[in-house]
């Protein structure tokens, strides 16, 4: 289980990352790193993940779906995260596991 995350477009209004950075050591939105610009694929996120040892926060229920177009992910855990008030929206962290 990873300590670092990439916290999913879909899901940063309604998300608290102060919660989320007391839960994790780095808390990653997507769009706020060059590797992962804003309205990156579920693919691009995937590999990312994959190669920099990160879990996916998301309320897209099919995310992990795409990352399986990446040959080198093999296995996924996907998880119920809660629901965030907010947004009243279930959020899921996905984890690669290989």
């Known amino acids: 289980m990873s300590s670092k995350v990439i916290i999913d477009e879909d899901?940063?209004?309604?998300s608290s990352r102060q919660e989320l950075k007391e839960k994790f050591l780095e808390v990653v939105p997507v769009g706020k790193i060059k590797?992962?610009?804003?309205?990156?694929?579920?693919?691009?996120?995937?590999?990312?993940?994959?190669?920099?040892?990160?879990?996916l926060i998301t309320a897209d229920k099919r995310a992990y779906d795409k990352f399986f177009r990446d040959a080198r992910i093999k296995s996924v855990i996907i998880?119920?995260?809660?629901?965030?008030?907010?947004g009243k929206r279930l959020i899921y962290r996905i984890q690669i596991i290989n």
Not at 11 to 14: A, F, G, S, T
Not at 40 to 45: F, H, L, W, Y
Not at 79 to 86: C, D, L, P, Q, T
Request: glycine share 12%; charged share 30%.
């Open 35 to 55: 590797e992962l610009p804003a309205g990156s694929k579920d693919e691009k996120i995937g590999a990312y993940c994959y190669e920099n040892g990160y879990d």
């Open 11 to 14: 899901i940063l209004k309604v």
């Open 79 to 86: 998880s119920n995260y809660g629901v965030f008030k907010e």
